[in-house]
């Protein structure tokens, strides 16, 4: 057994549309653990500190601009392997070519905006996800 938590954010898209019960479903019908849940309205410093690896890419700005045109809902969720597993369920980072069956592939596409726009976040490796848990869940 590999224990682990990682962070998923329902990103402003997802909220917008309502489809925080239905990626929050899909993630505790697999078997994982929400363990900690909370509706956010993100800063900039918060987000800018989220997403640093990108820092400097032509899609920065517009990323943090997306990420701020609403509120966010942030959790952490814990299962074994649940990194992967969460990355799994998300699917592919552009949503037009994210398999069906997956929360990108079956409900986002790509729309004519300055950044993608693909529903939901999951930490990408052991590290990202003590680093954002930390981050959003200061307490934890
Ligand atoms: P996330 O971090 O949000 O879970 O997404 P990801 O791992 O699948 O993708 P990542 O490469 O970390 O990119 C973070 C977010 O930036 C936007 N993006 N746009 N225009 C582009 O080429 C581009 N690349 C990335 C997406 O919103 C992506 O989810
Ligand atoms: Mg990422």
Redesign the pocket.
């Given at each position: 057994m590999t224990t682990e938590r990682t962070l998923v954010?329902v990103?402003p898209d997802g909220v917008r549309r309502a489809l925080t019960g239905e990626i929050l479903r899909r993630i505790e019908a697999k078997g994982y653990t929400v363990v900690a849940l909370e509706r956010r309205s993100a800063d900039a410093d918060l987000l800018a500190a989220h997403?640093a690896?990108?820092e400097g890419?032509?899609?920065f700005a517009?990323?943090l601009e997306?990420m701020g045109s609403g509120p966010v809902v942030a959790a952490v969720v814990e299962g074994n392997r649940v990194i992967e597993g969460v990355?799994s369920l998300?699917g592919?980072?552009?949503p037009t070519v994210a398999a069906p069956g997956t929360i990108r592939g079956d409900l986002a596409r790509t729309w004519d905006t300055a950044?993608?726009?693909?529903l939901?976040?999951?930490?990408?490796s052991p590290e990202s996800a003590a680093r954002e848990i930390a981050l959003w869940f200061p307490s934890l």
């Amino acid at each position: 057994m590999t224990t682990e938590r990682t962070l998923v954010l329902v990103k402003p898209d997802g909220v917008r549309r309502a489809l925080t019960g239905e990626i929050l479903r899909r993630i505790e019908a697999k078997g994982y653990t929400v363990v900690a849940l909370e509706r956010r309205s993100a800063d900039a410093d918060l987000l800018a500190a989220h997403y640093a690896e990108h820092e400097g890419k032509p899609f920065f700005a517009p990323l943090l601009e997306f990420m701020g045109s609403g509120p966010v809902v942030a959790a952490v969720v814990e299962g074994n392997r649940v990194i992967e597993g969460v990355r799994s369920l998300a699917g592919a980072t552009d949503p037009t070519v994210a398999a069906p069956g997956t929360i990108r592939g079956d409900l986002a596409r790509t729309w004519d905006t300055a950044v993608v726009q693909n529903l939901v976040h999951g930490s990408d490796s052991p590290e990202s996800a003590a680093r954002e848990i930390a981050l959003w869940f200061p307490s934890l």
